[in-house]
């Protein structure tokens, strides 16, 4: 299934590369985007994006995007990716999405369409283009959230999409439905059974349904997100002791997004929660077959002139919200306890000089480890609780 | 002297930064809602009713002849409708403004490309090849 789904979209994409180049903008909407960025982390306990306790220059993201209407109604559109990100990410380019969009109703009232493809997954305020730096509030998403150690599963699905907004006086309702295949790779594995275990995730599927009220004015926007996602483990013999044998993750997330809008601040806080069903894999995971996962932050954002901009946030994570200290982990799994939670104080500055350039410092200072990548931290009993971490980058649009 | 000044100076300062909405003249509709209008300008609607495509025109993000615009007739914050873009063109979900140098560009785009829409200074001459249309 997974792999018919890749075919299709590799042969958009190439009919997206392979359009003449010889129509003019302005008779025919067509155009190509992209972005570059550099990051550079520095830690002083416990590494996040590469080895960033000496400093690390492994955080990269490249995108190029295009989009053409290939009839009045019908848009088609895709964006390849490549993310270097410490252990986490290879760089290697993936697509990001690749899809055809049908808008089957456009009226003064709103309208209707209908995406099939690869669709990013509408998660939040800022999943869909969690990987452009200048549609993010920060350089490092609030992890709590948008956790960058579990990122396929989160990126994009393959399947269709339904979406509709309706205008209002008073404002707008937008709604979007995604019915596919979420993407998941080894990374889904570290995160949801900690380890690269014998076995892995062959097939997934899941939805998730979006719902956005926003002022007319866009000062006021709040949005509820509820999904569902099945991921199938199959190992092949017999699982060693403790290890997960054939089953179903079976997770379920549902979020609300809230922010204010000012001239000069905005405010924006989002609650996260994540049931996580893994009973019927068997193993250690059999112990504790349910896990509720808890997640918030609140940001407050000044923008002193329209260049420069600042940001304080608060962002926590639970793991399980029946052992927020962890010791109940610690008791049964022998694991820190400190790897159960995370609570991080984030200050940070951007400076956009003109539309093409972005730059963001970041200061983080971090209790708890929960939402720090295995593959970077291989020994977790070497983790530090309490730890700083100075984050800098720059981005180009094209 | 000072009063008549000052009286000269108040008459004027409503034209001061107003704008209006100009359309190619294959578009059918002679008046729009706001919100409608802040949909086309925020690229979510791509099409018109009678089903021509719809092509946004705007002057660079940063000029305050398109700030203002953004603030007196789509009454959002500016920096608010540059997120709205960015995040649409980067998640595969529309198009982006096309932007021109100046104002006599922006009149000659309009007039010539059908479903075109964009914004001109009141005080501006020169429009007879495009249509205004109202808000309300």
Same mark, same amino acid.
Request: hydrophobic fraction near 40%; proline fraction near 4%.
């Given at each position: 299934?997974?792999?018919?789904?890749?075919? #299709?979209?590799?042969?958009?994409?190439?009919?997206?590369?392979?359009? $003449?180049?010889?129509?003019?903008?302005?008779?025919?909407?067509?155009?190509?985007?992209?972005?570059? &960025?550099?990051?550079?982390?520095? &830690?002083?306990?416990?590494?996040?994006?590469?080895?960033? /306790?000496?400093?690390?220059?492994?955080?990269?993201?490249?995108?190029?995007?295009?989009?053409?209407?290939?009839?009045?109604?019908?848009?088609?559109?895709?964006?390849?990716?490549?993310?270097?990100?410490?252990?986490?990410?290879?760089?290697? $380019?993936?697509? @990001?999405?690749?899809?055809? @969009?049908?808008?089957?109703?456009?009226?003064?009232?709103?309208?209707?369409?209908?995406?099939?493809?690869?669709?990013?997954?509408?998660?939040?305020?800022?999943?869909? &283009?969690?990987?452009?730096?200048?549609?993010?509030?920060?350089?490092?998403?609030?992890?709590?959230?948008?956790? @960058?150690?579990?990122?396929?599963?989160?990126?994009?699905?393959?399947?269709?999409?339904?979406?509709?907004?309706?205008?209002?006086?008073?404002?707008?309702?937008?709604?979007?439905?995604?019915?596919?295949?979420?993407?998941?790779?080894?990374?889904?594995?570290?995160?949801?059974?900690?380890?690269?275990?014998?076995?892995?995730?062959?097939?997934?599927?899941?939805?998730?349904?979006?719902?956005?009220?926003?002022?007319?004015?866009?000062?006021?926007?709040?949005?509820? +997100?509820?999904?569902?996602?099945?991921?199938?483990?199959?190992?092949?013999?017999?699982?060693? $002791?403790?290890?997960?044998?054939?089953?179903?993750?079976?997770?379920?997330?549902?979020?609300?997004?809230? /922010?204010?809008?000012?001239?000069?601040?905005?405010?924006?806080?989002?609650?996260?929660? /994540?049931?996580?069903?893994?009973?019927?894999?068997?193993?250690?995971?059999?112990?504790?077959?349910?896990?509720?996962?808890?997640?918030?932050?609140?940001?407050?954002?000044?923008?002193? &002139?329209?260049?420069?901009?600042?940001?304080?946030?608060?962002? #926590?994570?639970?793991?399980? #919200?029946?052992?927020?200290?962890?010791?109940?982990?610690?008791?049964?799994?022998?694991?820190?306890?400190?790897?159960?939670?995370?609570?991080?104080?984030?200050?940070?500055?951007?400076?956009?000089?003109?539309?093409?350039?972005?730059?963001?410092?970041?200061?983080?200072?971090?209790?708890? +480890?929960?939402?720090?990548?295995?593959?970077?931290?291989?020994?977790?009993? /070497?983790?530090?609780?309490?730890?700083?971490?100075?984050?800098?980058?720059? +981005?180009?649009?094209? | 002297?000072?009063?008549?000044?000052?009286?000269?100076?108040?008459?004027?300062?409503?034209?001061? *930064?107003?704008?209006?909405?100009?359309?190619?003249?294959?578009?059918?509709?002679?008046?729009?809602?706001?919100?409608?209008?802040?949909?086309?300008?925020?690229?979510?609607?791509?099409?018109?009713?009678? *089903?021509?495509?719809?092509?946004?025109?705007?002057?660079?993000?940063?000029?305050?002849?398109?700030?203002?615009?953004?603030?007196?007739?789509?009454?959002?914050?500016?920096?608010?409708?540059? =997120?709205?873009?960015?995040?649409?063109?980067?998640?595969?979900?529309?198009?982006?403004? =096309?932007?021109?140098?100046?104002?006599?560009?922006?009149?000659? =785009?309009?007039?010539?490309?059908?479903?075109?829409?964009?914004?001109?200074?009141?005080?501006?001459?020169?429009?007879?090849?495009? =249509?205004?249309?109202?808000?309300?």
């Amino acid at each position: 299934m997974l792999k018919r789904y890749k075919s #299709i979209n590799v042969s958009l994409l190439l009919l997206l590369l392979n359009m $003449p180049l010889v129509v003019s903008a302005d008779d025919m909407d067509w155009e190509f985007n992209g972005f570059i &960025t550099q990051g550079y982390i520095w &830690t002083d306990d416990n590494n996040f994006y590469g080895p960033s /306790q000496s400093g690390s220059w492994d955080f990269r993201e490249l995108g190029i995007n295009s989009a053409v209407r290939i009839h009045d109604q019908l848009m088609l559109t895709g964006q390849l990716m490549s993310r270097k990100a410490g252990a986490v990410d290879d760089g290697a $380019p993936s697509v @990001d999405y690749a899809l055809l @969009d049908y808008r089957f109703v456009e009226k003064q009232w709103g309208h209707m369409g209908v995406k099939l493809g690869r669709i990013k997954n509408p998660f939040g305020f800022y999943n869909a &283009t969690r990987d452009v730096a200048f549609t993010r509030p920060s350089m490092i998403l609030p992890q709590s959230l948008y956790f @960058d150690k579990a990122r396929n599963l989160e990126l994009s699905s393959d399947g269709g999409m339904l979406y509709g907004v309706a205008l209002f006086d008073s404002g707008r309702i937008k709604s979007e439905l995604v019915v596919g295949e979420p993407r998941k790779d080894v990374n889904v594995e570290y995160a949801y059974l900690n380890r690269d275990w014998p076995g892995s995730f062959e097939g997934s599927e899941g939805y998730l349904w979006r719902t956005e009220y926003s002022s007319n004015d866009y000062s006021f926007i709040a949005a509820a +997100t509820f999904g569902n996602f099945k991921l199938d483990f199959e190992v092949l013999g017999t699982p060693a $002791p403790g290890a997960p044998g054939n089953g179903v993750v079976d997770i379920d997330v549902s979020a609300l997004s809230l /922010q204010y809008n000012f001239d000069r601040w905005s405010i924006t806080g989002e609650y996260f929660r /994540q049931d996580i069903s893994w009973g019927s894999l068997g193993g250690v995971y059999g112990l504790d077959p349910e896990n509720e996962s808890e997640s918030f932050y609140l940001q407050v954002e000044h923008r002193l &002139t329209p260049e420069v901009s600042m940001f304080l946030r608060r962002d #926590i994570l639970y793991i399980d #919200i029946d052992d927020r200290d962890g010791l109940k982990a610690q008791a049964l799994f022998g694991r820190p306890a400190n790897t159960q939670y995370a609570r991080d104080w984030t200050l940070g500055v951007g400076w956009e000089p003109n539309r093409d350039w972005l730059f963001r410092a970041e200061w983080h200072k971090v209790k708890g +480890t929960a939402w720090l990548a295995v593959q970077d931290n291989p020994d977790e009993s /070497q983790s530090a609780e309490n730890w700083n971490m100075l984050s800098l980058q720059a +981005t180009y649009r094209f | 002297m000072i009063r008549f000044l000052v009286l000269l100076l108040l008459l004027m300062l409503p034209r001061i *930064g107003l704008s209006e909405v100009i359309v190619n003249t294959s578009v059918s509709l002679d008046n729009v809602n706001r919100q409608y209008l802040l949909s086309i300008f925020s690229m979510q609607t791509r099409v018109w009713p009678d *089903g021509q495509p719809i092509r946004v025109y705007i002057l660079p993000p940063n000029q305050p002849e398109h700030r203002s615009f953004v603030k007196n007739e789509l009454k959002v914050f500016p920096y608010k409708l540059v =997120k709205i873009w960015d995040r649409s063109v980067f998640s595969g979900s529309g198009f982006s403004p =096309k932007v021109v140098g100046s104002i006599d560009e922006m009149l000659t =785009k309009i007039a010539k490309h059908k479903g075109a829409i964009g914004y001109v200074m009141t005080d501006i001459e020169g429009g007879q090849d495009v =249509k205004t249309l109202q808000v309300y």
